[in-house]
């Protein structure tokens, strides 16, 4: 991860998910819907260290060429990504 111009994101995502626990009667089982989860980081792009073929790659932290918590979403389980704010290197000099 030796670049330092990752954008900000906001990814949306629909999260594998299981009904209540316990039994239940599947024909009174009503599906909700998807369960959308919100994760705010560094984008690194597909290619990149740091990165996962097929996935959004978000990490929360970096650091040296070092990473922390990071989120590696599949692809067709995102539903919008929110470019919060463009790290660009320019930004970085100031």
Avoid at 28 to 44: A, C, M, P, R, W
Avoid at 46 to 61: F, N, T
Wanted: proline share 2%.
């Amino acid at each position: 991860m030796a670049r330092l111009n990752y954008s900000v994101v906001l990814v949306e995502w629909a999260d594998a998910h299981c009904s209540e626990g316990g039994w239940i009667d599947l024909d009174e089982y009503k599906d909700d819907g998807e369960v959308i989860i919100s994760t705010v980081g560094f984008l690194v792009p597909v290619g990149d260290d740091g990165s996962k073929e097929g996935h959004v790659s978000v990490w929360q932290s970096l650091a040296d060429g070092d990473g922390i918590h990071g989120f590696h979403v599949p692809v067709a389980m995102v539903r919008k990504i929110t470019v919060l704010q463009d790290l660009g290197l320019e930004t970085l000099m100031k």
